[in-house]
């Protein structure tokens, strides 16, 4: 794979798929060949947008393209496992967006099928690129902080079924599943130690979308570090996830990208990576393991022990 152009296959031309197609236009030696989408005259304008020359609606179109190297999933949550499985069948790498599965067992067959056939296969955890949080991760990584706790709020003003940008969806999104997975994954990822410990509660379930609109969850780590996570559809007020990293040497809050002191001073980390953004930089992740012949940071080993910890949470929310 070392010098020829990658070439992809995009399921899903919502506001996350677009992102995608942003980030791997500043990747050199990577082609998007053909876009998977419900709507196929939506799908046709992206595709024309991006000078996409395959549309269909259908993935198997795509996976039987013989020219296709690897796939990205932008889909619906309860597709992923099932898609994932499909482009591993079908011999091509995979990137699939958070979450991997909002059923454990459905993340095992994944994992069992990519160790048997050893294509790259990764998940979209992109906090584990986002600058911000990898200017973190090398304080720790060189000894000169170590996490004690983590505060993380996850809020959004989302009352009715809408996607990032302010279209109707046709799937429903899970505090637990979707957006709880990135802090799960990301606190055992900077702490470099696993969930030994987790406890979440939620508020009531809501009457129409069928899921609780507001949850707390607390993590531990085996080293000790403890982590207190709050997730809410119902707040009316900045949307996003804000970190607060209380650590032995230093306090960080990341919003976004950008990333502070506990006193609020900026920390510039547009040195950290090629690109500011999380999205890009994971897609790079992506196309360097398939060429490298690696496991990428995110693969679906390396992320398989946050799913874990979710199916456990919600035994509990509905023990």
């Not at 994971?282 to 393991?289: G, I, L, P, S, T």
Request: net charge negative; hydrophobic share 40%.
């Amino acid at each position: 794979m070392s010098n020829k152009t990658i070439k992809v296959a995009l399921a899903g031309a919502g506001a996350f798929g677009i992102k995608h197609l942003d980030g791997i236009r500043n990747i050199d030696g990577v082609e998007v060949v053909s876009l998977i989408s419900r709507d196929l005259d939506k799908t046709r304008e992206v595709a024309a947008q991006y000078g996409i020359g395959h549309v269909t609606t259908e993935l198997a179109d795509s996976l039987a393209l013989p020219e296709v190297d690897a796939v990205i999933l932008c889909t619906p949550t309860q597709m992923h496992a099932s898609q994932t499985l499909a482009c591993l069948r079908a011999g091509k790498h995979v990137q699939v967006e958070i979450p991997l599965c909002d059923v454990y067992r459905e993340g095992q067959d994944v994992l069992a099928l990519q160790q048997q056939t050893g294509l790259v296969a990764m998940v979209g955890h992109t906090r584990r690129f986002n600058p911000s949080h990898q200017y973190v991760h090398g304080k720790i990584k060189a000894g000169e902080f170590n996490i004690q706790q983590m505060d993380v709020q996850t809020y959004f003003f989302r009352r009715t079924n809408m996607n990032a940008l302010g279209q109707a969806r046709s799937w429903t999104d899970h505090l637990l599943w979707h957006h709880a997975a990135h802090t799960v994954d990301l606190f055992a990822y900077q702490c470099g130690s696993p969930i030994v410990k987790a406890n979440a509660i939620q508020g009531p379930i809501h009457p129409t979308l069928g899921i609780a609109m507001d949850m707390s969850i607390q993590l531990k780590a085996a080293n000790g570090a403890i982590c207190t996570l709050s997730l809410s559809f119902n707040n009316d007020g900045p949307l996003g996830t804000f970190f607060r990293y209380i650590g032995d040497s230093a306090t960080y809050l990341a919003r976004y990208d950008d990333l502070y002191t506990g006193k609020d001073e900026k920390i510039d980390v547009s040195g950290v990576a090629v690109s500011m953004n999380g999205i890009e930089l994971q897609d790079r992740e992506f196309f360097a393991a398939i060429r490298e012949g690696r496991e990428p940071n995110s693969s679906i080993a390396g992320v398989m022990d946050c799913y874990r910890v979710l199916h456990e949470l919600e035994q509990q929310l509905h023990g």
